[in-house]
């Protein structure tokens, strides 16, 4: 006893010693880096009034500041940035809440044209028969030839009960059309759609985490629990995140009180945080899926790897994107702020799924993946091994489809979305979007309408070929083999004439969603596709199979091991390869 109050007291001396050795240190150190600070911003502000004054010709200050800033930010990660009051409603309709006064549609511009993409149902420009592919001409009178797309929009936005007039051309009309609305408050809901589908089961799509969204999912299952689903199924394909709060309620909704969601960790002790259920759970018992893929993103991560890592629910798809940053604003002088990373994510399991490592970047600037040999092994609540460093990776892998290089050209040069615009005009009326399949004979006048049109494109056999004469050229051995070229050439030109019939499932398929959108908006799309969505079909495959799910989460056989990184990695490039 003696000994051991004696080396306590001996510990206690040397401890009191080395914080008053090392106190100068850290005072000295503060010291250094105000100093810094003040040095470097004083720099700053010489270098900025000098321009202003001297530089040969006017320069915009904010601008000057704005490029200043942004350059500053440049070398942290995409996520820390700086936004000027000019772009503060922007970024609160992005990142904090889609709500605003406007007629409810959606424009893009071509060629100094400004058209209707989309239409939302239930707001002003659907009630007053404003369609997907109308030309607006003027807005209250002002003419938009000249306007680009953010200055129609701000036209097209206004408070909660102003009048707005616009002027149209539609396709067949022989005149300009006029529409008188009345602007309405516009918010776009983060649940774009749910409802039941094939097997009994919920669906929710789940389209970003703004404010409202886990009211929004609670909504959602509390009446699809009304039909006595077997199964719910949450989507988060393409949701690149939002709120990390509202990431957490909805995990609540399927996860005990109590449990860890998910914990911050940063250099400013007092940003680190633990994130825990607080309410009981709605749905804590029926077998539960969530669809990713490689654009799912931050708090879809946090919720699919949450419900990973406590076994809760089957994760199909493709491996999320990998962002494991923590993001706060800070509100700055003049109505400013600036957004930065403060930490980093981490799921129950203890793991971080950040993928791309921001602080060693290369001597060029860019950024690499975290590499596999730093990867660490973290077990689930029931002992399956999942890694960090490297997204979610999901525990039944769908593979991702990428459609034919004449059905992209198709889409990119509006061509599919003109001849639904053509085709919504000719036809007052269409089956439910759910039954709705184009027609032979539909799919012949696509392709007579196609016969004047280009859409022109490139096939990566065509590419390798001009490599190829590229090469041959070059190495000044192309006139030996010119005549093998172009009988290759003649042959690719042949089989690229049948790309049409060849690709006809898929191209199809792309016209209905199209078409569908015009007479049932986003519900349309969504249950139009139901039909083709393998992911889904998948979902609903394996929930069906009571046995298989059980197995899934206990970890049996192949299951026990989730993206081992010599396996994610190698399915990681095979990926990047399709989609290049």
């Given at each position: 006893m003696e000994r051991r109050f004696v080396m306590t007291k001996t510990y206690r001396k040397i401890t009191i010693g080395a914080v008053m050795v090392s106190l100068p240190l850290l005072l000295w150190s503060f010291s250094e880096d105000l100093f810094q600070i003040s040095k470097n911003l004083d720099v700053f502000t010489a270098v900025y009034k000098e321009i202003n004054v001297n530089y040969v010709d006017e320069v915009n200050?904010?601008?000057?500041?704005?490029?200043?800033?942004?350059?500053?930010?440049?070398?942290?990660?995409?996520?820390t940035e700086f936004v000027p009051e000019s772009e503060i409603e922007d970024y609160k309709l992005k990142y904090v809440s889609t709500q605003y006064g406007g007629i409810g549609a959606s424009i893009f511009s071509k060629e100094k044209r400004t058209l209707i993409s989309e239409v939302a149902e239930g707001f002003p420009a659907q009630k007053a028969d404003v369609r997907a592919g109308d030309e607006i001409l003027k807005i209250n009178d002002i003419d938009l030839s000249s306007k680009n797309g953010d200055q129609v929009s701000q036209l097209l936005k206004g408070s909660k009960g102003s009048p707005i007039k616009l002027l149209l051309k539609r396709e067949g009309s022989a005149s300009p059309i006029e529409k008188n609305l009345i602007r309405d408050e516009i918010k776009q809901p983060n649940v774009s759609y749910f409802g039941m589908v094939d097997g009994n089961m919920g669906y929710i799509k789940l389209d970003k985490f703004l404010e409202?969204?886990?009211?929004?999912?609670?909504?959602?299952l509390v009446t699809l629990k009304k039909?006595?689903?077997?199964?719910?199924?949450?989507?988060?394909?393409?949701?690149?995140?939002?709120?990390?709060?509202?990431?957490?309620?909805?995990?609540?909704?399927?996860?005990?009180?109590?449990?860890?969601?998910?914990?911050?960790?940063?250099?400013?002790?007092?940003?680190?945080?633990?994130?825990?259920?607080?309410?009981?759970?709605?749905?804590p018992n029926l077998p539960l899926v969530?669809?990713?893929?490689?654009?799912?993103?931050?708090?879809?991560?946090?919720?699919?790897?949450?419900?990973?890592?406590?076994?809760?629910?089957?994760?199909?798809?493709?491996r999320s994107y990998g962002k494991g940053l923590v993001q706060q604003t800070f509100n700055l002088p003049f109505n400013s702020l600036v957004k930065i990373t403060i930490a980093k994510y981490y799921t129950p399991s203890g793991r971080c799924i950040q993928s791309l490592d921001y602080t060693h970047r290369k001597d060029d600037g860019s950024v690499e993946r975290v590499a596999d040999s730093v990867m660490h092994e973290f077990k689930t609540k029931d002992g399956r091994s999942v890694y960090d460093g490297s997204a979610i990776y999901p525990d039944m892998v769908v593979k991702q489809e990428r459609f034919a290089n004449i059905t992209q050209s198709l889409v990119s040069k509006l061509l599919v979305f003109n001849y639904a615009t053509q085709y919504r005009n000719a036809h007052s009326q269409l089956a439910p979007a759910k039954t709705f399949a184009l027609s032979d004979a539909d799919f012949a006048d696509f392709t007579k309408y196609l016969s004047k049109k280009d859409y022109s494109y490139s096939n990566p056999s065509e590419k390798v070929l001009k490599e190829l004469k590229n090469a041959a050229t070059k190495d000044e051995e192309f006139a030996q083999i010119k005549p093998e070229f172009e009988a290759l050439q003649a042959k690719l030109a042949s089989a690229k004439a049948n790309d049409l019939d060849q690709h006809k499932a898929e191209i199809k398929q792309i016209l209905e969603n199209e078409i569908s959108s015009r007479y049932y908006y986003d519900k349309g799309r969504y249950e139009c596709h139901f039909k083709y969505d393998k992911e889904l079909a998948q979902a609903v495959k394996t929930m069906q199979d009571k046995a298989l799910v059980a197995s899934i989460l206990k970890g049996e056989g192949n299951y026990k091991i989730i993206g081992k990184p010599s396996i994610a990695i190698a399915a990681a490039k095979a990926a990047n390869k399709n989609e290049n």
């Open positions: 200050p904010a601008k000057l500041v704005k490029t200043g800033v942004d350059a500053m930010l440049d070398n942290l990660d995409p996520y409202n969204s886990g009211d929004e999912v609670t909504n959602a039909n006595n689903p077997n199964g719910i199924i949450l989507d988060l394909r393409s949701n690149g995140g939002g709120i990390l709060q509202e990431a957490v309620k909805i995990v609540n909704l399927f996860v005990a009180k109590d449990v860890e969601v998910v914990s911050q960790k940063g250099k400013v002790r007092e940003k680190n945080y633990t994130y825990k259920t607080f309410n009981n759970p709605i749905e969530v669809l990713v893929n490689n654009h799912s993103a931050s708090a879809s991560e946090i919720v699919a790897g949450s419900l990973q890592d406590l076994d809760r629910a089957v994760i199909i798809g493709q």
